[in-house]
């Protein structure tokens, strides 16, 4: 997948995030932080534990409000908004702590993104078993991401690869235009890591995906930039290729890593 | 359950309750009514605690608001027909429930049941100091029931236990169904999101707050009506059985011990109470101790409750069923 990298004029940043601070009682975990995401692009972010990646995440969806700076998605500022709204702007996200609904079955899992996705939020009258594209829409959704086997399993009770499965399935099944992946492989074997990585790629076909992973293949193979966070800032970002060569990066991160 | 089953068992219900009063008696029939009334409160208990999660050790607050709302406007509203009484009870409850939700729909677990408990506190002690318009201890009582009348169509006289029996089951069988009818729409999904897993139904888009909100108004709405139809079927109200702490826990008991996580296991908990005290009152004055000692067992030995027990005896006896029929089969 061959585009124009990193040079900002041509193309379109769908996420920015403009001197992003955020500090938990003192302690500096994010400071100045610039992201800047294009449209369509799968961007990876990654740096060793503490760097801050999980709070990144966190502080853009709504979690915590940064102490200081802005959050900028599609040109509309959305620094401060609660998780629901940050979802209803188009921003959807996968957590690294699979974070299901255990005892809903996995169609029930699913079916609640897409009311959510249609809107139906206070709806008393109407039986929602009835209501035919809601079942529907579930059931395409099932088969897209590949559970519709596992559709009447409490999602609790499904294997690990299918609970992350979930995971991810109920990130995209809002259909957000920006999907932040929290580290989808997290705890998977290499084959299954292997698997997962396909799955998202087809998953995610045609959206931006800003994706935090560790294992540096999934990395490599999967994004198309790189944005190295540490000590809680950017160190550098940059195509697979300009981060490998990078030696600020391979000072703090790769380096120990490859040896 | 094929429709052929449900419609059959529905019918066979109506033809029983129809008949029930002129069966069994007067007595049974104010026992059967007494038993809806705690059926209904324990269902709209368990829209907060087996559907959404929270548990509350203050629902009678409600329950004395719908009774003192109905009973209080029957009192000063002269020819105050039915129904309107009836509305008021609930648009008390769930005013109460208005008032209360931005405070309570923010917290959960531990802290919801305790400000229940303050509020349920609060109540008890309101509704004993305001002497002038309480009556204190001993409660409102001998209002006028006014008749069920359809002007120049029909007129039902509710001080006749039959037609008040007619009455009753209609009302808190509706109010049953509604409630049931709410754990079956989109709505009723997104609340048993919240008492799943409240945090990602937040990052899928829903606001919580006022979701929780507003099953707490239904919840107390319910509550209401079942208040309100215990004070025109007692004719009197008053703190004790109403607002005191004791009753704040009954719907507790009836959940637990029918089973929260089944819509009926709450109706069959209260059935099992209204035997069980029917039962044990005949033979001494401690029936707070045998409920006491069901509840215990239950926890212990069959946390998910009565539904729960008739969940395992199916499942056991279908397996058995399923293994003999595979022994059948072997060639």
């Not at chain 1, 302690?27 to 449209?39: A, G, H, I, S, Y």
């Not at chain 2, 007494?34 to 509350?56: D, Q, R």
């Not at chain 2, 009973?71 to 008032?99: C, D, R, T, V, Y």
């Amino acid at each position: 997948m061959d585009r124009k990298k990193g040079d900002g004029g041509t193309s379109v940043n769908i996420l920015e995030t403009k001197r992003l601070f955020h500090d938990f009682k003192g302690l500096k975990v994010l400071f100045d932080v610039n992201l800047q995401v294009e449209e369509g692009e799968r961007h990876a972010i990654i740096g060793p534990n503490g760097a801050g990646k999980t709070t990144l995440f966190n502080v853009i969806t709504g979690t915590y409000t940064p102490s200081d700076g802005a959050i900028i998605f599609k040109n509309r500022d959305i620094t401060g908004a609660g998780p629901y709204e940050i979802l209803r702007h188009g921003i959807g996200r996968s957590f690294q702590i699979t974070n299901t609904f255990r005892d809903m079955t996995t169609f029930q899992n699913i079916r609640l993104a897409v009311l959510s996705k249609k809107g139906i939020r206070f709806n008393i009258f109407h039986k929602i078993d009835k209501m035919r594209e809601i079942k529907e829409e579930t059931d395409r959704i099932l088969k897209w991401i590949g559970l519709y086997e596992e559709r009447d399993i409490h999602a609790g009770k499904l294997s690990y690869g299918k609970q992350r499965s979930l995971e991810i399935g109920l990130a995209l099944s809002t259909d957000p235009e920006l999907v932040m992946l929290d580290e989808p492989t997290a705890g998977m074997s290499k084959d299954e890591t292997h698997d997962a990585v396909e799955k998202i790629k087809r998953l995610t076909e045609g959206k931006t995906v800003v994706v935090i992973e560790h294992d540096m293949d999934v990395v490599f193979s999967l994004a198309d930039r790189i944005t190295v966070l540490h000590h809680g800032t950017i160190l550098a970002t940059g195509s697979p290729r300009e981060i490998r060569e990078n030696q600020r990066v391979k000072d703090a991160y790769l380096g120990a890593m490859e040896d | 359950m094929n429709r052929k089953v449900k419609w059959g068992l529905l019918g066979a219900g109506f033809v029983f309750l129809a008949l029930y009063p002129h069966v069994f008696g007067i007595y049974f029939s104010n026992f059967f009514i007494t038993f809806a009334i705690v059926a209904l409160f324990a269902v709209s208990y368990n829209l907060l605690l087996g559907y959404t999660g929270l548990l509350s050790f203050g629902h009678a607050i409600f329950f004395g608001a719908g009774g003192y709302g109905t009973a209080l406007a029957l009192e000063h509203i002269k020819g105050l027909p039915l129904i309107p009484a009836l509305l008021i009870g609930i648009f008390s409850a769930a005013f109460l429930a208005l008032i209360l939700c931005p405070i309570v729909a923010r917290v959960k677990d531990a802290a919801f049941a305790m400000l229940h408990l303050a509020f349920n506190y609060i109540m008890y002690v309101m509704v004993l100091k305001l002497r002038n318009i309480t009556g204190g201890e001993d409660g409102i009582a001998g209002y006028n029931i006014p008749s069920l009348s359809i002007p120049g169509i029909v007129c039902f006289d509710m001080t006749n236990p039959v037609s008040f029996f007619y009455f009753a089951v209609v009302i808190l069988g509706l109010g049953i169904w509604l409630a049931w009818f709410l754990t079956k729409t989109p709505f009723g999904q997104i609340i048993v999101g919240i008492r799943d897993n409240d945090m990602r139904v937040d990052y899928m888009g829903f606001r919580v707050v006022p979701t929780k909100a507003v099953v707490y108004i239904f919840s107390a709405a319910f509550a209401g009506l079942a208040g309100s139809m215990s004070a025109l079927f007692q004719n009197m109200i008053a703190a004790e059985g109403s607002v005191d702490i004791a009753h704040a826990f009954q719907p507790i008991l009836a959940t637990i011990v029918g089973g929260a996580s089944s819509f009926f296991g709450p109706i069959a908990g209260a059935g099992i109470f209204a035997i069980l005290e029917e039962l044990t009152s005949r033979f001494t004055e401690r029936v707070e101790l045998v409920n006491g000692i069901v509840l215990i067992v239950v926890i212990m030995y069959f946390p998910s409750g009565f539904i729960g027990l008739v969940r395992f005896i199916r499942k056991k006896m279908l397996s058995k069923w399923i293994e003999k029929r595979a022994m059948e089969e072997l060639p």
